[in-house]
């Protein structure tokens, strides 16, 4: 059954103390001797600025090989943001590594999706960081970078959306595959079903002072 992560929309900054943390805990596709290693996330929006994204993972043993955009980040160790403002309109996808090196792609699926920087030259804000417990990135995405991408209006409002959050490193020493909303077809390797995204749904910030 699809998680639901519940979280704010804030008037100026994200307050991230009163954010809620979300953990990526559901593996699937494991090794016979499974690495899980602990990971988590906090999301929020800032109205008419664009969506935040805090994650972190303990991950001690890193791979990185990926030094441009649009690699394949997703065989290094990566966390990853999968995001739809409209179900119809299909979602987006940022990747991560450690060194804030990132891949974005638009599309309605696994196939025919298309990179971010061939719709427009705008483009997210990403940051990594090593730290003594693991290593994890920032994640800012304006909301004018959306509103391109997908040709919709989007002012980051309170409101329901969907989406989901991973951890995963497919050549890593030990490949693994985490996910905060579980994918049910255990068969088929890969995040892109959104058939079994989260709900994430955004409140208004009722307790913001001034």
């Not at 987006?92 to 990132?102: A, L």
């Not at 980051?156 to 693994?176: I, L, M, Q, R, W």
């Not at 892109?192 to 749904?201: G, V």
Request: net charge neutral.
């Amino acid at each position: 059954m699809s998680k639901t992560y519940e979280t704010f929309c804030f008037e100026h900054e994200p307050d991230w103390k009163k954010v809620p943390v979300g953990k990526i805990n559901c593996f699937q596709w494991e090794e016979k001797v499974p690495f899980r290693p602990k990971s988590v996330f906090q999301m929020c929006f800032v109205k008419n600025k664009g969506i935040f994204v805090k994650m972190h993972s303990d991950e001690k043993e890193r791979r990185i090989t990926c030094r441009e955009r649009d690699e394949n980040i997703w065989e290094d160790s990566c966390l990853e943001f999968f995001f739809s403002p409209k179900d119809e309109k299909g979602y987006m996808n940022t990747e991560m590594n450690p060194c804030g090196v990132y891949l974005t792609q638009i599309g309605k699926g696994r196939e025919n999706r298309r990179f971010l920087k061939e719709l427009t030259a705008l483009s997210p804000e990403v940051k990594g960081y090593e730290d003594e417990n693991g290593w994890g990135t920032e994640l800012f995405i304006p909301c004018e970078v959306i509103e391109k991408a997908f040709e919709i209006p989007f002012s980051a409002e309170a409101g329901t959306y969907h989406g989901n959050f991973y951890k995963c490193g497919d050549k890593t020493k030990t490949p693994h595959y985490g996910s905060f909303s579980p994918m049910r077809k255990k068969l088929t390797l890969g995040f892109h079903d959104p058939e079994y995204f989260a709900t994430i749904l955004v409140k208004e910030d009722v307790t913001k002072n001034g």
